[in-house]
């Protein structure tokens, strides 16, 4: 058996991989906003704040929101919020590894730092873990308006074309973040911007045949 955790910012093609991976092994996955929104579901309202920043803050449109919050305040608190997932997202993985079914788990908030607590108590055996970036801003602003996700986030919440440029900047320093906490515990990173299709490839064969 094993679990596939896949990580990065939003827009890296994390649940592109996600779904083609679960065709070609036939095996079940999962978004992590998902679990993030159980979660929430069941804490104090009065605890969102400090324990969902992100979601708390990030209300109305794309344009308010960036104009309001700087690059360094938004991946702060994606960083932030992302820590509330980590026992699901370890329930989840542990749940599936003793029942010795296949998962695949994928989300912003699947992060080095969870992907390495997990593999350290359940192995590199059955334990798969890779982390998507997008840095080339051009090509991230190319890509947005390219979407056909259905009710794209980005493409629905903005207006105002400075906003995509901020958005796109966000990523790449997201991107940063990740890439240097990746390193911290030793684990596969697989930039995106340059051939889509062939990284893609490149990220499944390392999870299928590591």
Known sequence: MAVYLIGGPPKCGKTTLAKTLSKKLQTPW???????????????????????PHSHLRRGSNDEFY???????IVQRYAEQSKTT?????????TYFTDDDN?????????????????KKFGN????????????????LKDFHKSTTPNDWILRKTKD????????????????????????YALPLFEMDSDFNASLEKAIQYLVNE
């Open 30 to 52: 999962i978004s992590s906003d998902t679990l993030q929104n159980i979660a929430r579901a069941y804490t104090p309202e009065e605890q969102h704040p400090a324990l969902f």
């Open 67 to 73: 104009s309001q919050y700087t690059t360094e305040e």
């Open 103 to 119: 998962l695949i788990v994928e989300g912003y908030q699947v992060t080095p730092e969870i992907a390495s607590r997990i593999l």
């Open 125 to 140: 055996e059955h334990i798969k873990s890779v982390f998507l970036l997008k840095k080339n801003e051009e090509q991230l």
């Open 161 to 184: 074309g400075t906003t995509f440029i901020k958005i796109a900047h966000m990523i790449a320093v997201y991107s940063d973040h990740i890439e240097q906490e990746a390193k911290k």
């Open 86 to 94: 980590y026992d699901a997202i370890y329930a989840v993985a542990e």
